[in-house]
């Protein structure tokens, strides 16, 4: 069992800057995938970003890519995302998820989930 519990959401300016982070407890952090994933009101759970075991692959939305990093740090059981240059349709619910797949963009491959953190980017 992993417990993921997420931090940093808030409410910035649209091109400001925002780092979220999701610390790991329950088992080997190591041992899993882990991906950021975001829910808008009113839409379905997206796809934001995923990153290997170790760090070397990481697999980024499109609309995200140049903005966001993904990053981790296995002796803290941390995964991070900086998201740059924030606009208004990045407003939405962030959730990290673990999987014991390989880099992965489906939700069905997470098994674990955190409880989401609320990012607000105003216009």
């Known amino acids: 069992q992993v417990q993921l519990v997420e931090s940093g959401g808030g409410l910035v300016q649209a091109g400001a800057s925002l780092t979220v982070s999701c610390v790991a407890s329950?088992?080997?952090?190591?041992?899993?995938?882990m991906g950021w994933f975001r829910q808008a009101p009113g839409k379905e759970r997206e796809f934001v970003v995923s990153?290997?075991?170790?760090?070397?692959?990481?697999y980024y939305l499109d609309s995200v890519k140049g903005r966001f990093t993904i990053s981790r740090d296995n002796a803290k059981n941390t995964v991070y995302l900086q998201m740059d240059d924030l606009k208004p349709e990045d407003t939405a619910v962030y959730y990290c998820?673990?999987?014991?797949?390989?880099?992965?963009?489906?939700?069905?491959?997470?098994?674990?989930w955190g409880q989401g953190t609320q990012v607000t980017v105003s216009s």
């Open positions: 990153i290997s075991r170790f760090g070397g692959t990481t």
């Open positions: 998820a673990a999987s014991s797949a390989a880099v992965s963009n489906r939700p069905m491959e997470y098994v674990y």
């Open positions: 329950g088992h080997t952090f190591s041992s899993y995938s």
